[in-house]
């Protein structure tokens, strides 16, 4: 050791080279403790918090949410829904028609528990790359707003675009946001709906009958040429044509089980009180009855080349087996009623086409091959 000082000594690029050597290492190690510090200072300089502080106590004071979002040059649409006295939701735009409660769920968690992730950019300039340029500045930020009564706002938030990285390193949602009224952003933990229109919202439940329940199917009832499409039991699996004209055959089970079923299977586009329409005594007519004694009639009508219908239902003793109670039937009847009897229903193009299927459509001529 001392004959290896003593080289360094009388040796002086040597001894040069070994003290630039431990200045090298000690510049790197000083790097690394740097850096270190650096980022252990980035880490815990921000600590993830609530987007609004509090929010999440007050939800059940929520009574109005209202979703802006811009249609361009068209200006902005305003989605409002309203909680009644029950507790129930409604569009106010469409008379107070009832929403999709899990939506509305949804949305006042999603903006009660959304939680500011990470910091981004306060410079209003960069909010358009962001999605969070307002609407009203034909932007595509979603603004959504929580009031309770008349006029106090609970929360308002400008909500843009998902990220790449659509979830955090815990697996969690991510979303870039900004509290209305604000220039800085965030990157935030949380999800919530952001439909545009209206008819997004609305709650999907309509004609709930299960297919195993349907006994008869009439279309165009009470004309000279209804289409009468019906099965024995519930363990038929295929709807049969009744009264198929001499001389013709029907066009196959699929067809008509497409047919019996399509008001089943469906949703609808839009809905408006009932007072809305003039569904007169001679309109068309569909009748769907049941094997425990519901006769549900759906009256057709059509403003602006689209089908609206209009529905009642009745308990029918003839459905039901001689002796059997009617009072399920009657509570049945009684749900549908006040559930789709105030409104009428805008039904999709594909649905009304089926409903309005003539005897004609649904058969063919008879070919030699039928008689064989």
Do not use: C
Request: no cysteine; aromatic share 6%.
């Amino acid at each position: 050791m001392a004959a290896s000082l003593q080289t360094l000594r009388e040796n002086k690029p040597l001894r040069n080279l070994a003290l630039l050597a431990a200045i090298t290492i000690i510049v790197v190690i000083a790097a690394i403790v740097a850096v270190a510090t650096d980022r252990s200072s980035v880490r815990t300089s921000f600590v993830p918090h609530p987007l609004f502080e509090g929010l999440d106590s007050k939800l059940d004071r929520v009574d109005r949410i209202v979703y802006t979002a811009s249609r361009g040059l068209s200006g902005e649409v305003k989605i409002v829904m309203l909680r009644g006295e029950d507790g129930a939701w409604g569009a106010e735009s469409r008379s107070g028609y009832p929403v999709n409660p899990e939506l509305v769920k949804k949305t006042l968690l999603g903006v009660g528990e959304m939680e500011a992730y990470e910091p981004r950019t306060a410079n209003p300039e960069w909010h358009r790359n962001l999605g969070l340029l307002a609407p009203e500045d034909i932007g595509s930020a979603v603004r959504v707003e929580f009031f309770s009564g008349n006029d106090e706002r609970l929360a308002g938030v400008l909500v843009g675009k998902v990220p790449e990285r659509a979830v955090d390193v815990k697996g969690e949602g991510v979303i870039y946001v900004r509290r209305d009224g604000e220039d800085q952003t965030w990157l935030a933990r949380g999800r919530l709906p952001l439909l545009k229109t209206v008819s997004e919202w609305l709650d999907p439940t309509f004609v709930d009958i299960p297919r195993e329940d349907v006994a008869r199917v009439t279309l165009w009832a009470d004309t000279d040429r209804p289409v009468i499409m019906s099965r024995g039991s519930p363990e038929e699996a295929n709807f049969a044509i009744e009264n198929v004209p001499e001389g013709r055959v029907t066009r196959g089970a699929p067809v008509v089980n497409r047919v019996a079923t399509a008001l089943l299977d469906s949703g609808f586009d839009d809905v408006a009180p009932a007072d809305t329409l003039d569904f007169p005594e001679t309109a068309p007519q569909v009748v769907v009855e049941t094997f425990d004694g519901v006769k549900l009639t759906m009256r057709m009508g059509g403003q602006g080349g689209a089908l609206w219908a209009r529905f009642s239902a009745a308990a029918d003793a003839a459905l039901l087996p001689d002796g059997a109670d009617a009072s399920k039937a009657e509570a049945r009847a009684a749900a549908l009623n006040a559930r789709l009897g105030p409104w009428v229903y805008k039904l999709p193009q594909d649905v009304s086409s089926q409903l309005t299927q003539t005897m004609d459509i649904v058969t063919r001529e008879a070919g030699p091959a039928d008689f064989e």
